[in-house]
């Protein structure tokens, strides 16, 4: 008996299955590679502009610093007291296998708040 039709066949139903596996799995990798490269860029800022959160373009400089280091901003919300500096950032991330399926992007986000306790910066994910 010839098996050779038959393993055609099950290599053509699985071929799909596996290129769309491959295609998320990129998808999550890109993803997550832009999830931290948005809250290490946050930290960044935070610490970079906290004893200037006072000022009047407080908004203007961090939303600059965010487009120097290439991040693509949807949302920027900055939120200043004398204590803190809060800072909530939505991003979107084109999607690869989401256009398979008509999904075209993915929307990252994060928010963090630097607080001075005893002339240390804290800095925390909300």
């Given at each position: 008996?010839?098996?050779k039709?038959?393993?055609?066949?099950i290599?053509?139903?699985?071929?799909p299955?596996l290129?769309?596996l491959?295609?998320?799995?990129i998808?999550?990798?890109?993803l997550t590679?832009a999830k931290?490269k948005?809250?290490?860029?946050t930290t960044?800022?935070?610490?970079?502009y906290?004893?200037l959160r006072l000022?009047?373009n407080?908004?203007?400089?961090i939303?600059?610093?965010?487009e120097?280091?290439?991040?693509?901003?949807?949302k920027?919300e900055v939120i200043?007291?004398?204590?803190?500096?809060k800072i909530?950032i939505k991003?979107?991330k084109?999607?690869?296998?989401?256009?398979?399926?008509?999904?075209?992007?993915?929307?990252?986000?994060?928010t963090?708040?630097a607080?001075k306790r005893n002339d240390?910066?804290?800095i925390?994910?909300?």
């Amino acid at each position: 008996m010839n098996n050779k039709g038959q393993t055609l066949i099950i290599f053509v139903i699985f071929l799909p299955i596996l290129l769309a596996l491959c295609a998320l799995i990129i998808d999550i990798g890109l993803l997550t590679n832009a999830k931290i490269k948005l809250e290490n860029t946050t930290t960044m800022i935070l610490k970079d502009y906290y004893d200037l959160r006072l000022e009047e373009n407080i908004t203007t400089l961090i939303k600059e610093s965010l487009e120097k280091n290439k991040i693509q901003i949807h949302k920027l919300e900055v939120i200043t007291s004398e204590e803190e500096l809060k800072i909530v950032i939505k991003s979107k991330k084109a999607s690869i296998f989401g256009k398979i399926i008509g999904f075209q992007e993915y929307e990252i986000a994060t928010t963090k708040i630097a607080k001075k306790r005893n002339d240390l910066l804290n800095i925390t994910k909300e």
